[in-house]
């Protein structure tokens, strides 16, 4: 059974930067297939896709967020990332990460992390 679960602060400062870790349990971020992703809904919006990672490490990006986001991995932890940088109150959100499957779309979400842009 494959579980994601996100890590990361709950409060940031405006202009701070936001790193969120998603650790994967029960699969292989490097297997063909499947693209490790992250996904945030602000509250009273609806999902927007931020990103991913691929088997082979490719890197895609929202073209809204691309200048802001980063994406990484560290695949001995069985973890990937994101960096936001440069954040505003407009940045808060539920973060999501999930697997997404090549063909066949998110099989597989963490619980969720509150991410709060406050002064």
């Known amino acids: 059974q494959v579980r994601l679960q996100e890590s990361g602060p709950g409060l940031v400062k405006p202009s701070q930067t936001v790193s969120l870790t998603c650790t994967v349990s029960g699969g292989s971020i490097t297997s063909n297939g499947y693209y490790w992703t992250w996904i945030r809904q602000p509250p009273g919006k609806g999902l927007e896709w931020i990103g991913n990672?691929?088997?082979?490490?490719?890197?895609d990006h929202s073209p809204s967020l691309k200048s802001r986001a980063s994406i990484s991995r560290d695949t001995s932890k069985k973890q990937f990332s994101l960096q936001l940088f440069s954040v505003t109150p407009e940045d808060t959100a539920v973060y999501y990460c999930a697997r997404d499957r090549a063909f066949g779309g998110v099989d597989h979400w963490g619980q969720g992390t509150q991410v709060t842009v406050s002064s």
């Open positions: 990672i691929g088997p082979s490490g490719s890197i």
